[in-house]
T-cell receptor, first 113, second 118 residues
Framework: KAGVTQTPRYLIKTRGQQVTLSCSPISGHRSVSWYQQTPGQGLQFLFEYFSETQRNKGNFPGRFSGRQFSNSRSEMNVSTLELGDSALYLC????????????FGPGTRLTVT | AQTVTQSQPEMSVQEAETVTLSCTYDTSENNYYLFWYKQPPSRQMILVIRQEAYKQQNATENRFSVNFQKAAKSFSLKISDSQLGDTAMYFCAFMKLDSGAGSYQLTFGKGTKLSVIP
């Protein structure tokens, strides 16, 4: 099976702009989660979607949003970008069983200038 | 809220030797899952090993094994016969199953940078 794919891999944006990141999960995986990875804060949970419904959301401002489509592909959007949003954004997919673990994509490296 | 602590920011080991990475966590949950993930330099996160809290038997995956001490809330990773390809950041992660919503959320430690020396 193909792994989790994320596009684009690298992105440079200016403060105040918005950005959309895309994630395609492993075939058959219906749960998609997003994480932000920074040197200072480490890995932080953003949100999780299952069958097009957001099931859980981390402690991030409303500028961070997401959605999931019927084919399980997911997008996350960040509006009004701030310098502090510069990070590696990781997407992970999972089957219905939580103990199986989550499988991560390569990430999108976002740089805000 | 759950917290995961990895007290060793950096470690090194000689090739072919054994190394143990420490992880402790804090939770009031009784049923949960624990994971070790590996993130090689500039490469994606890989699931190394998983442990269900209700299982007393320690998980093993080839050269990787864990020492799970539920009462002590400790979950260490042992890497035997270390190889150069084991050089990576290792993250310990906790997952509580939100039985109501069925949501999956990983809480990560800050990571341990492991260097395998030839």
């Amino acid at each position: 099976k193909a792994g989790v794919t994320q596009t684009p891999r690298y992105l440079i944006k200016t403060r105040g702009q918005q950005v959309t990141l895309s994630c395609s999960p492993i075939s058959g995986h219906r749960s998609v989660s997003w994480y932000q990875q920074t040197p200072g804060q480490g890995l932080q949970f953003l949100f999780e979607y299952f069958s097009e419904t957001q099931r859980n959301k981390g402690n991030f401002p409303g500028r961070f949003s997401g959605r999931q489509f019927s084919n399980s592909r997911s997008e996350m959007n960040v509006s009004t970008l701030e310098l502090g949003d510069s990070a590696l954004y990781l997407c992970a997919s999972s089957t219905a069983g939580p103990g199986i673990g989550q499988y991560f994509g390569p990430g999108t490296r976002l740089t805000v200038t | 809220a759950q917290t995961v602590t990895q007290s060793q920011p950096e470690m090194s080991v000689q090739e072919a030797e054994t190394v143990t990475l420490s992880c402790t966590y804090d939770t009031s949950e009784n049923n949960y899952y624990l994971f070790w993930y590996k993130q090689p330099p500039s490469r994606q996160m890989i699931l190394v090993i998983r442990q269900e809290a209700y299982k007393q038997q320690n998980a093993t995956e080839n050269r990787f094994s864990v020492n799970f001490q539920k009462a002590a809330k400790s979950f260490s990773l042992k890497i035997s016969d270390s190889q150069l390809g084991d050089t990576a950041m290792y993250f310990c992660a906790f997952m509580k199953l939100d039985s109501g919503a069925g949501s999956y959320q990983l809480t990560f430690g800050k990571g341990t940078k492991l260097s395998v020396i030839p």
